[in-house]
């Protein structure tokens, strides 16, 4: 059985693949010649991340298709409903990568907080001849520690970001439309451990009370946070989306830097991705990162070899 990893797949995963017996293709398709590779070759698995999409088109006419898998959390680009009444697997990964993308979210409260977004840019072409000004301009950092973060959506990846603020010393607090109450263990290096309960509240009370707010939440029709929103934050709040583009109305966010409302942001995800806006790009209180929330050495492995594991246990026990 051949698996196509269109949008790559770690070694761990391709190992793990061949010690099962299935013969593993990494060729980077072009979406349009995808149908009749699949068919050509008797795909029988299509392994994508974000960049391939799985239309409804590519499931009426892929035969040989069984299993689609996607490396990571969301399936946006996957007619998930469709493949499934139409008798295709589709699988995930949403654990594999929730470290990663949590630590992302508070590289970019750290850079933000401290103006790094900003320094890395002016350091290289006024350092030598501009010093005691940059320093001036970027001495009202702030911390985290003592500072309360606001969670939109409390899931897997909003439970780790819960982690790491409480082992910072902040305040936790979150919003979910299905979760009332979270249990979140916090691990320490000496096999000690403490559990911290978090209730969610509204989410228009989360927005007034947070000094940061950070969204994990699904793809949605339109933006959650818009303009009404960003109006009830705190004076010099900040707000991070490791999530997906769309669900922070950019324009409404720019107006809110540039007014001082806000005193930055972090965005790894953007409403027109690949191609974000000049606006948002050039901003020097945005920290940008192009959608690697999920690109660590650590999480590719995990989602390798989890995607790995699904597909034995899918085919290998029919």
Known sequence: MKVLANDGL????????????????????????????????????LLVRSATKVTKEMIDNCPSLEIIGRGGVGMDNIEVAYAREKGKHVINTPAASSESVAELVFAHLFSGSRFLQDSNRQMPVKGNTEF?????????????????????????????????ALGLGMKVIASDTKIGKASVRVDFYNQQYINVEIETEPLEQLIQHSDFITLHVPAQNGPIIGKAELDKMKTGAAIVNCARGGVIDEEALIEALDSGKLAFAGLDVFEKEP??????????????????????EEAQDRIGTELANQIASILLVK
Do not use: M
């Open 10 to 45: 770690t070694q761990s995963g391709i190992d793990a693949l061949k010690e099962n017996g299935f013969e593993v293709i990494t060729d980077k398709v072009p979406q349009e010649n995808l149908i009749t590779y699949i068919n050509e070759n008797q795909i029988t698995v």
């Open 132 to 164: 005691a000004k940059l320093k001036k301009a970027y001495e009202k950092g702030v911390e985290l520690r003592g500072k309360t973060i606001g969670i939109v959506g409390i899931g897997r990846i909003g439970q780790e970001v819960a982690r790491i």
């Open 275 to 296: 191609t974000p806006s000049e606006k948002i790009l050039t901003h020097p209180k945005i920290s940008l990162t192009p959608h690697t929330g999920a690109a660590t």
